[in-house]
């Protein structure tokens, strides 16, 4: 995880004196993190705590029949009904209105860099049985490591040190859904922070996960975006955010979305610049598919369906997505069972430079076959986002606050008095406008 490091430190978190703490299905269990150091004891390095890892382990129990295969990225949803971190230094970076079961597949691939942090494991069988389940979240703090972000998007652990993870657990109802008859049980949880050391002093852009609803009308609409760019569960942020992937999603894997991607017909954004499309295909391929590392893993263990490759069963896809070829009719491959669409979406070597600004309510079309139901858009957006000049200050006080400032041991003795507060510039760029600069992070660093 740590892409400019040699390693990283394993900080256990806890629950009262327990740090494994039983679980129960449809209850919170919270995590705190008081006992989090702000700085490595064998040299003057402040940590940085870029991610959490949540590991769930539970038993299957799969009835004597009416079972189901469940899929790896379903069991997701069977497990979390959603995550929150409040009371930390700049509020809430991972807000349960947003980070939910269903949605935790997309977020972490997104936020995690195209990566999981654990192998991923072949369907759970329908037969009669007991099967163990051990899963693995990369949880991230409004931190992303697409690339080299995760270095420019870390904060302090000292900002964390206040902070509560809220897991709430999944009612027993929705396992049932996904294998009617089956149970979860002997669950139990560990969260750690994953600590960085480095010897210097920054202020982190924050990359916010921010999920936006509309109702939907039975047939073709322009979607309005409430809250574009603004909506936020952050404290001491500016009313802006820049737009580092968007995406609308669809109704697999439960997501709540109101169409499949394989029935989208036309789309067009203006805020986007992008014109009327009906090159759906295209557009996946350019967005959606072209965007992605190619070194990422493409394959299960096992064929899923007969005369199928198997190959891209992740984002964007579902694992569920049927990938043998259609006998009649449009086949549609490329677009079949989509997580989302994607309206923006990284590179792999995306920097905070390459974002545009979102600050107001846009609209998009987008035109499904079949319409949508009634149902509601689901639209998810992440955005780098900029603390306010009185947040900055802020932090600068709490840094080099107290007995022991982290600025005086980073810096060294009067280092604090003689330092100042600077931000980094664009590298790489022919010519520069207000957002290749907007979203970079600050520095408190002592001048040469």
């Known amino acids: 995880m740590n892409k400019r490091g040699t390693g990283s430190i394993l900080w256990p978190l806890v629950t009262g004196n327990n740090n494994d703490p039983t679980l129960t299905q449809g209850k919170k269990t919270s995590f705190f993190c008081n006992t989090v150091p702000d700085r490595c004891p064998t040299g003057p390095l402040a940590y940085y705590l870029p991610v959490f890892l949540l590991t769930i382990v539970a038993t299957l129990n799969q009835p004597a029949s009416g079972g189901s295969q469940v899929f790896w990225d379903e069991m997701q949803q069977a497990l979390v009904s959603s995550v929150n971190m409040l009371n930390c230094w700049y509020g809430t970076p991972i807000s349960q209105n947003y980070v939910t079961g269903p949605l935790m597949p997309v977020v972490e691939f997104v936020q995690n860099g195209f990566m999981r942090p654990v192998r991923e494991r072949p369907p759970y069988p329908s037969g009669h049985g007991s099967y163990p389940v051990e899963y693995t979240f990369a949880l991230r703090p409004s931190t992303n490591a697409i690339g080299d972000l995760e270095t420019e998007t870390s904060q302090l652990a000292l900002l964390y040190q206040t902070g509560e993870i809220a897991l709430n657990v999944a009612d027993a109802s929705v396992i049932d859904g996904l294998s009617t008859g089956a149970t979860l049980t002997d669950m139990s949880a560990q969260i750690s922070a994953v600590l960085v050391p480095r010897n210097e002093l920054v202020l982190g852009t924050p990359v916010e996960a921010v999920v936006h609803e509309a109702v939907a009308g039975s047939n ?205 510039i664009p590298v790489g760029k022919h010519s520069l406008t207000d957002d290749n600069y907007t979203y970079l992070p600050w520095q408190l660093s002592v001048p040469a």
Request: with cysteine; glycine share 14%; proline share 4%.
């Open 220 to 424: 073709a609409s322009f979607i309005q975006i409430k809250g574009f760019g603004t909506d936020t569960a952050l404290t001491g942020i500016e009313g802006k955010g820049g737009v580092l992937a968007l995406m609308e999603m669809t109704s697999v894997n439960g997501q709540g979305g109101c169409f499949k991607a394989e029935n989208v017909q036309q789309y067009n954004f203006p805020w986007a610049g992008q014109d009327p499309i009906t090159h759906t295909i295209g557009f996946m391929a350019m967005n959606g598919i072209g965007q992605l590392p190619n070194d990422r893993s493409q394959a299960l263990p096992i064929i899923l369906e007969a005369g199928g490759d198997s190959s891209m069963n992740q984002p964007p896809y579902s694992m569920a997505k049927l990938d043998e070829l259609l006998t009649a009719g449009t086949d549609n491959l490329d677009l079949r069972e989509a997580l989302y669409w994607p309206m923006r979406f990284p590179g792999v070597n995306v920097t905070l430079s390459d974002v545009q600004t979102a600050n107001a309510d846009k609209q998009y079309y987008l035109q499904a076959a079949g319409g949508f139901g009634n149902g509601t858009h689901i639209v998810m957006g992440f955005y780098a986002r900029r603390f306010t000049d009185n947040m900055r200050a802020a932090w600068v006080k709490k840094i080099s606050g107290g007995d022991e400032p982290l600025s005086e041991y980073v810096l060294g003795a009067g280092g604090t008095a003689k330092a100042q507060l600077g931000q980094r």
